[in-house]
């Protein structure tokens, strides 16, 4: 069963600048209309390439990743990574700070997000999740088979898998132990000497003048209410991405080992100054 992380501290004061109203309007007007470009180009692209190449997908992932890239234009906000992004079948396992995590890791990879099951079924999002290829799992230990299964067929067409392994986002300034149980999916006997995990740590640099935990979400924070403050900051802060090397799955005796030696990799990304400010 999933756990959302919760703070002991009451979430962050937003100081809203003059014009919060408009920027709300404007931004939120811009990502509504680059959403629906990216629908109208991907569906015409999945028609053609599903009898073709099935799950395949050699086109449509690059309107994701053009669309996350442009979402990051739209906000003003400042997108950068250090590291290389793997480039084979595998997986990328990240720490959970906000929703802005499935845009900052698509703009700069092709991924394929790996979600719970209940997302298939929100209003225009699920949907939307559908169309760029989610992953969609049930968070119930009976299903641990048949998701396996699921990812290995994903796996086997050269798919990267996106997921947070922390199974909670946070405020951005600790990494929550990571749990075990997707890792499982790679130690099949037909993928583990092909597949690899990249472990990325994600950092936030809040605007100027805000809660240093302005872009994280947790807790009870509720969705709409969180984009709104994002939406209309007068000015924005920066995300930024740290690719670290990538685990060869064939080095570890089991999901246990690999999903530590993630851990710990991410963590490295943080610094202590920001880790001891948790």
């Not at 088979?145 to 986002?169: I, K, M, Y």
């Not at 990538?246 to 999901?255: C, K, M, N, Q, Y």
Request: net charge positive; aromatic share 10%; glycine share 10%.
């Amino acid at each position: 069963m999933s756990v959302t992380w919760r703070s002991d501290d009451p979430p962050p004061v937003i100081r809203r600048g003059a014009g919060h109203a408009p920027r709300v309007m404007l931004r939120g007007g811009l990502l509504i209309l680059l959403i629906l470009a990216g629908v109208l180009v991907t569906l015409p692209l999945r028609l053609i390439e599903w009898p073709i190449y099935g799950m395949g997908r050699p086109w449509s992932p690059r309107v994701t990743q053009w669309v996350s890239g442009c979402v990051f234009r739209v906000l003003g906000m400042r997108h950068r990574i250090e590291g290389t992004p793997m480039t084979g079948p595998g997986a990328v396992v990240s720490n959970h700070v906000s929703w802005l995590d499935i845009f900052a890791l698509n703009a700069r990879t092709r991924v394929y997000f790996v979600a719970k099951s209940e997302v298939a079924r929100w209003p225009g999002i699920g949907a939307l999740a559908k169309m760029v290829g989610t992953v969609f799992i049930e968070r119930n230990p009976r299903a641990a088979r048949s998701q396996t299964a699921l990812f290995a067929e994903r796996l086997g067409v050269g798919h990267r898998l996106l997921f947070f392994p922390e199974g909670s986002s946070t405020d951005g300034f600790r990494v929550l132990p990571f749990k075990t149980t997707l890792f499982q999916a790679f130690f099949t006997p037909a993928e583990r000497h092909d597949l690899q995990v990249q472990p990325v740590t994600i950092i936030y640099s809040a605007p100027e003048g805000q809660d240093p935990r302005f872009y994280g979400w947790w807790g009870d924070m509720g969705f709409a209410a969180h984009l709104v403050e994002v939406l209309g900051a007068p000015r924005q802060g920066e995300v930024r991405l740290i690719y670290h090397a990538p685990l060869d799955v064939s080095e570890f005796g089991d999901r246990k080992a690999l999903a530590s030696a993630a851990q710990d990799l991410v963590r490295s990304g943080m610094s202590q100054e920001r880790l001891h400010h948790a």
